[in-house]
């Protein structure tokens, strides 16, 4: 009986210090078009998401907002606000309002939004740089990547389900040679009940 005792505790103590890493593509949050208000890519191999953080002057503290620009326009604006060294990430589509679902081919960013963005589909972030000791800001290039909108629906007062996925490639905009890779982006978004959405 001791010996069996012995051997139970040897393996949990075998299971609970396994040294297996983490698959960051396990931590992506699964494809849907239900509006489950989720987001998520990996970024050079590592998971991104929004999350919620810290109120500074003007600004709200929330991850993620959706924004409509220039009445046919659309904007998914995440932030990583509970990280030490935090990141942003935005992605504009232009006309998705007139177009509504299919592909959004991703062409230069300025590294400016809104009115005064390009009139373009792009995508820019900025995230910390452990090399170069300070933040970054990355942009899309022409034909860097593709966004899929696979649902756009709209019930008046109820819900406005934005869904699709993503990938692409950014450059640095001071150093052409530093690119950022994009992968298995997905989100699932009701713009409707987005504002009550807390992301953790």
């Not at 046919?72 to 990583?80: S, T």
């Amino acid at each position: 009986m001791k010996t069996m005792y012995l051997l139970l505790i040897a393996l949990l103590v075998t299971t609970c210090n396994s040294d297996d890493p983490v698959d960051p593509a396990s931590l992506l949050p699964p494809i849907t078009m239900t509006g489950e208000n989720t987001f998520g890519c990996l970024i050079d191999g590592k998971f991104f998401r929004p999350r919620d953080g810290r109120s500074t002057i003007n600004s709200d503290n929330k991850g993620l907002r959706v924004v409509q620009t220039e009445t046919d326009n659309w904007e998914i604006h995440v932030f990583d606000r509970k990280s030490d060294k935090t990141g942003s990430l935005f992605i504009h589509l232009e006309d998705l309002f007139v177009l509504n679902e299919g592909l959004y081919h991703i062409k230069t960013a300025t590294g400016l939004r809104g009115l005064d963005g390009p009139n373009q589909n792009y995508i820019y972030g900025r995230f910390w740089k452990n090399s170069e000791v300070g933040y970054q800001n990355y942009v899309s290039f022409e034909d860097s990547g593709i966004v899929e909108i696979t649902k756009r629906e709209y019930t008046p007062n109820v819900s406005h389900i934005y869904s699709g996925t993503f990938d692409a490639e950014l450059i640095n905009f001071n150093d052409v040679n530093d690119t950022l890779k994009i992968k298995l982006g997905r989100f699932d978004l009701d713009a409707f009940s987005l504002q009550q959405h807390n992301w953790e």
